[in-house]
């Protein structure tokens, strides 16, 4: 293993350690213990999140790198649209959240990230991981590094989504039913459902 792809995954596993340590619940009540609202908070961790992602993009963006491949023709085309439908499916999933208070510009009701199971979520529980995987793995254009990049980003997505997961039934017990019959990141349920029927029973 090149020391360039050693240097993504090494920054990567340290991006993903402060970031993790800053979302998870012990953070959080450290943070409140000493008097800080959740919101002020949550704005900066948007902030500092930001911030660290434009470090380590800096970082990989100077490190050696060569041409892992180039697809072009039909090929090059079908990725090209799947990493247009990754646009569409992190478009769809925005559009079902207040951007305000996930920025932690106004509190969440009641200071609990809420949960809806409506639009896209209906049918895959992360559709914005899914549609940043799909951006990412589907570039008809790879180097060695951004590659590995796409690979780290998207096992920290997987990982991060069952820490995530763990939250949200604590927060919203009937969560547990909604991953049991919704997929996290594919939406096999509603591609290989029988017509009328989908993965989900609540609009």
Request: net charge positive; aromatic share 14%; glycine share 6%.
């Amino acid at each position: 293993m090149s020391a360039s792809v050693a240097a993504v995954w090494i920054s990567g596993l340290i991006f993903a350690v402060i970031h993790s340590f800053m979302a998870s619940l012990r953070c959080k009540a450290w943070v409140r213990s000493e008097g800080l609202d959740p919101h002020t908070y949550r704005m900066g961790y948007s902030f500092l999140s930001l911030l660290l992602t434009l470090l380590w993009l800096f970082f990989l963006f100077h490190l050696p790198d060569r041409p892992l491949y180039d697809l072009n023709g039909a090929i090059g085309w079908l990725l090209m649209a799947l990493q247009l439908a990754g646009v569409a499916v992190v478009g769809l999933s925005l559009s079902h959240v207040d951007a305000l208070a996930f920025l932690g510009f106004r509190p969440f009701p009641d200071h609990i990230e809420p949960f809806r199971e409506s639009g896209i979520y209906r049918h895959v529980r992360h559709p914005m991981y899914s549609g940043f995987m799909l951006i990412l793995l589907a570039s008809p254009e790879q180097s060695v590094n951004s590659f590995n990049l796409a690979l780290f980003v998207a096992l920290y997505f997987v990982v991060g989504s069952i820490f995530e997961e763990r939250r949200m039934v604590g927060a919203h017990p009937h969560y547990a039913d909604y991953r049991k019959r919704v997929p996290a990141f594919i939406p096999w349920r509603t591609l290989f459902s029988p017509p009328g029927r989908s993965g989900s029973r609540h609009e």
